[in-house]
C-alpha cells in the first residue's frame, strides 16, 4: 500500500468517559482494526503509536505496526470484556511452569531452585499469597485465597496492560514471570532465560538448533514488545 498521509501527530482524546491520546493521520484521528477509536491512557504510548506511521517510507509495510497490532488487540478484544480476558489470564497461574519442578535428586532441579523461587517467593510476598510447589507433573491447585488475590491483581488493569500480560503469560507459561516483567526494574534477558530455563537445559546436553534458536528469537522480541506496552500503558 502506497503512503497516502503526509503529517503523524498526536493530541489528547476522549471516548465516552475515558481521556486518553489518539494519534493522528493529516489531522485525522486513526481507529482501530475493529472501527474502534483507537484512544491509549498515555501519551507516552501514543507517541510510539505515531513513530511506527512516522517510519514508512512510500510504500507501507504493515509488519512494523507491532504496536498497533498490540494496541488495537487491547481495544478491540480486551476492553469490552475485561472479565473475559481476566479468566483467560488466571490458568496461567494455576498451571504456572515456576510451581512444577524436577525431582530434587535430578541435576536440573538445583537450577530450578535457583532461578525460579526467587520469583515465586518475590510475588508471594508482594501479593501476600502461597504457590503450591511440585515435583513432578501431576497438578496441585494453589489455595483458592491465592487465585482470589492475583484476580483481584489483574481487576486493577487497564486493557492494554491486560493485553500485554497476557502475551507475557502465554510465552513464558508463567503468569509469575508476567507479573514480574510489568514492574519498572523488570530484567527481560532475566525473565526470558527463566521462562526458558528448561529448554536452556536441553540445549546444553545436546546442543541448539538452528530453527528452533530462530523461533526463540521471535519469541523474546514478542516478549520484550509486550514488556514495552505495558510500561508506556502506565507511563
Not at 481507529?31 to 505515531?50: D, F, I, M, S, Y
Not at 510504500?59 to 481476566?86: C, K, N, Q, S, Y
Amino acid at each position: 500500500m502506497k503512503r497516502f498521509y503526509k503529517t503523524v501527530t498526536i493530541a489528547p482524546a476522549a471516548t465516552g468517559s475515558e481521556e486518553g491520546w489518539c494519534v493522528q493521520l493529516d489531522a485525522r484521528p486513526i481507529k482501530t482494526a475493529g472501527g474502534r477509536p483507537q484512544v491509549v491512557p498515555t501519551r507516552a504510548l501514543a507517541e510510539a503509536l505515531a513513530a511506527e506511521w512516522e517510519a514508512q517510507g512510500e510504500e507501507i509495510d504493515p509488519r512494523d505496526f507491532v504496536t498497533r497490532d498490540l494496541v488495537d488487540f487491547a481495544l478491540d478484544a480486551v476492553a469490552p470484556d475485561t472479565a473475559g480476558a481476566i479468566a483467560e489470564i488466571l490458568p496461567y497461574a494455576d498451571t504456572d511452569t515456576l510451581c512444577y519442578r524436577a525431582d530434587p535428586e535430578e541435576a536440573i532441579y538445583k537450577r530450578q531452585l535457583a532461578i525460579w523461587e526467587p520469583l515465586l517467593s518475590e510475588t508471594e510476598a508482594r501479593l501476600g499469597v502461597r504457590f503450591a510447589r511440585v515435583s513432578g507433573i501431576l497438578h496441585r491447585a494453589h489455595p483458592d485465597e491465592t487465585l482470589a488475590r492475583i484476580k483481584a491483581e489483574l481487576d486493577g488493569l487497564d486493557p492494554v496492560t491486560l493485553a500485554a500480560l497476557r502475551m507475557l503469560a502465554s510465552l513464558a507459561a508463567s503468569l509469575v514471570i508476567a507479573l514480574a516483567a510489568l514492574r519498572e526494574d523488570a530484567d527481560a534477558q532475566g525473565l526470558w532465560r527463566a521462562a526458558n530455563l528448561e529448554e536452556d537445559w536441553q540445549v546444553e546436553l545436546w546442543g541448539e538448533d538452528a530453527e528452533a534458536a530462530q523461533n526463540r528469537q521471535a519469541r523474546f522480541e514478542a516478549f520484550q514488545l509486550a514488556m514495552r506496552v505495558a510500561r508506556l500503558a502506565r507511563a
